[in-house]
């Protein structure tokens, strides 16, 4: 120490260095850690997002099946309506079946959870994080779609079907004349015609039919699979 007791100006500096290498540690330390817990609730976010994806596999082979399907028989049905001779049996096994139809409901939870909580910067890799937001802008457009659908169904379908016929939706359907007038009073309705025409309409329009739509969302959904880590 110096006469008056004043310490060197080296020894301030000193000890200004070894404060600022102190907080400076501190700070990088904090910023690990906070990286850590970054990493590891990404790593939950993609786990969770790997199992949803999983299941929305599933749902959306079987939506497309039953869409598939119904299209089928509307196609069948179309034909009673050229002309085509036909008996209550084949006709109400094309018909009710075809009126039956399900909305796609993706799991939403791990993509709900992120967006609630701002979290969609954790997911690190930018291509998994774009291919989610495209995924569920898919699901979006499915829904409304489906909608669509379901207005066209109460409107031309369900309405005039369940006002004009006893309602059977398990055959058989025997040759009773009360069968072969609910026939007739179907494919004279030229509201329920209209509505089975809408069918194929809504599932095939070129690129932005219902079909397309879920075919996009099931490719996506395994895009997104072989992205995502095995064990996150």
């Known amino acids: 120490m110096t006469a008056g007791g004043k310490k060197p100006l080296g020894r301030y500096f000193a000890e200004f260095i070894v404060v600022f290498i102190g907080v400076a540690l501190a700070f990088t330390v904090e910023n690990?850690?906070?990286?850590?817990?970054?990493?590891?609730?990404?790593?939950?976010?993609?786990?969770?997002?790997?199992?949803?994806?999983?299941?929305?596999?599933?749902?959306?082979?079987?939506?497309?099946?039953?869409?598939?399907?119904?299209?089928?028989?509307?196609?069948?049905v179309l034909e009673y309506y050229s002309g085509m001779s036909v008996g209550p049996q084949q006709f109400f096994s094309a018909y009710y079946p075809m009126l039956v139809s399900h909305d796609t409901l993706p799991n939403r939870n791990t993509m709900d959870e992120v967006?609630?909580?701002?979290?969609?910067?954790?997911?690190?890799?930018?291509?998994?994080r774009s291919g989610l937001l495209g995924l569920y802008a898919s699901y979006d457009r499915i829904a409304r779609q489906e909608a669509h659908m379901a207005r066209d169904f109460d409107v031309y379908l369900y309405?005039?079907?369940?006002?004009?016929?006893?309602?059977?939706l398990e055959g058989p359907w025997d040759d009773s004349p009360e069968n072969q007038a609910a026939v007739q009073a179907l494919l004279s309705d030229l509201r329920v015609e209209n509505g089975v025409r809408l069918i194929p309409a809504n599932l095939e329009l070129a690129g932005e039919g219902l079909l397309p739509e879920l075919e996009r969302a099931r490719a996506q959904v395994e895009q997104l699979l072989a992205l995502l880590p095995a064990d996150p």
């Open 32 to 76: 690990l850690r906070e990286d850590m817990n970054d990493r590891a609730v990404g790593d939950q976010y993609l786990a969770g997002f790997a199992e949803d994806l999983r299941a929305d596999l599933v749902m959306l082979d079987e939506q497309l099946e039953l869409r598939r399907d119904q299209l089928k028989r509307a196609r069948i």
């Open 115 to 128: 967006l609630s909580s701002g979290s969609l910067r954790l997911i690190g890799d930018p291509e998994i």
């Open 159 to 168: 309405d005039p079907t369940f006002s004009s016929v006893r309602f059977q």
